[in-house]
């Protein structure tokens, strides 16, 4: 049976929560491998309205494992209240499964993402200030805390020790604020012990068993393409991959083992925080496309920013992926619009340049190239196969599939579970 990897194919916020939770019922393991609470998946089940920030969407769906791969870095405090809202509204998360290789979001990452960020004023990144940056270098750097190590109160106390004794010489002496005491950081995080013990596994384990045994595995990445440490815009990106190398690395499992990797694309563009966007709108276009869409961040409640849909990107994402799918959402909202601009390439210099540039400066100088579509004015909320589109509604997905480089085997046609056109079988 496959593994399917399904992550972001532009900045984040495509609406992945609701791609995976569509397959969820189909699948009996959904791993998040990589981000933490800065991610934010919002999933609608009949008339309830759930928003995920660090718990994999699969947990919406009975039958179903969810597991937190090693990839992820984890803030208990925000997992806990997660659940317990979660188990308040009737929801069974007895069967989540958290890797004990994942990183630990300490109270003193959290610290140092604020004032770093709130330091570099004008050249701020646009974190959402939770502490993944700051946990992914203390990963990097070897002075990180893992789920396991809250099970050896003498390693936790050395490791957090080493952690401070450089962040402390920051936080007094750069930042003029008041030094972290070991104790107490240790103290809250053996706090989280006994309550996370049910949930801690061998998830590397768990999992390549599963997919030996012929079970269904879903890969679900926080975040998107464009905000790839290594392949998005950099410096305004995340602190990790979620692009679909990072669903190996991030879960522990072979890229021989990975059978399909799907897509999510909004049928226009958003972005949150800072960065280029060559398509972004800043007339009537653009702030319809946002409270028509409820663009605003599950995760941190800011309004994201909208533009037309970005077909360089989406061939980018295609490309750096492997993608052999799409997962196309939101199209109800482009629903009024007569003519709707699609991006086909930008102009540099006075040059038509047809793939994404690799250079930052020419990528925050692109403007884009727009090839004009036929708009629809018909309801399309109620459709339940492609045929059910209005003739340039399906003339629309056409052109994005053709320009993007990949089959469209999904189509969001309103944000509820059953609201959703489905072309080709993901399994």
């Known amino acids: 049976m496959p593994a399917l990897v399904l992550l972001g194919a532009q900045w984040g ?3 992945k929560g609701k791609a995976t939770d569509l397959l969820g019922g189909s699948v009996d393991y959904v791993v998040r491998y990589q981000g ?18 660090l718990l994999p969407s699969g947990i919406l ?10 990839g992820v870095v984890v803030d208990p405090s925000v997992l806990f209240s997660e659940l317990s809202g979660l188990n308040e509204r009737g929801v069974d998360t007895s069967k989540l499964l958290i890797s004990g290789n994942a990183h630990i979001i300490t109270p003193y990452n959290v610290t140092v993402d604020k004032v770093t960020e709130r ?5 701020k990144i646009g974190t959402t200030g939770r502490g993944i940056g700051p ?9 990180g805390i893992r789920v396991q190590d809250l099970y050896d109160e003498s390693i936790l106390t050395q490791k957090v020790e080493a952690a401070l004794d450089v962040k402390n010489q920051m936080l007094t002496k ?44 879903l890969f679900e990445g926080g975040q998107g393409t464009l905000l790839d440490i290594d392949h998005g815009t950099y410096p305004f990106v995340t602190s990790s991959n979620p692009t679909a190398g990072g669903a190996c690395t991030g879960a522990g499992v072979g890229p021989t083992k990975i059978s399909r990797v799907i897509g999510i694309l909004k049928a226009y563009t958003t972005r949150v925080g800072a960065g ?3 398509t972004e709108l800043f007339d009537e276009d653009g702030e319809a496309l946002r409270r028509i869409g409820g663009e605003r961040g599950v995760t ?39 003519q709707i601009p699609v991006c086909v390439a930008y102009e540099i210099d006075g040059e038509r340049v047809e793939e994404l540039p690799y250079s930052q400066s020419d990528f925050h100088h692109a403007k884009p190239v727009y090839e004009m579509l036929p708009g629809w004015s018909e309801d399309i909320s109620k459709a339940k196969s492609f045929s059910d589109l209005p003739k340039n509604a399906q003339a629309y997905v056409k052109a994005l599939e053709e320009m993007s480089g990949a089959p469209i085997s999904a189509i969001g046609v309103g944000p509820g579970r059953d609201e959703t056109i489905e072309i080709n079988s993901f399994l």
């Open 61 to 70: 769906s009975p039958g179903c494992t969810p597991v937190i791969g090693n």
């Open 276 to 278: 280029p966007f060559p």
């Open 119 to 123: 330091f570099l004023g004008k050249r």
């Open 174 to 217: 750069l930042y003029n604020r008041r030094a972290i005491a070991t104790g107490q950081v240790v103290e809250e995080l053996l706090g989280y012990a006994d309550k996370l013990r049910p949930y801690v596994a061998d998830t590397v384990l768990v999992l390549n068993q599963a997919l030996e045994d012929d079970k269904v595995v």
């Open 135 to 143: 946990t992914y270098a203390d990963k990097i750097n070897r002075v």
């Open 36 to 53: 933490g609470n800065n991610a934010g998946h919002t999933v609608v089940v009949g008339d309830q309205k759930y928003a995920l920030h």
């Open 300 to 338: 941190t409640g800011r309004d994201r920013r909208c533009g037309w849909f970005d077909a360089v990107i989406a061939r980018y994402a295609t490309r750096v992926n492997g993608l052999t799918d799409f997962f196309l959402t939101k199209l109800d909202v482009l629903t009024g619009w007569e």
């Open 13 to 15: 916020d495509e609406g």
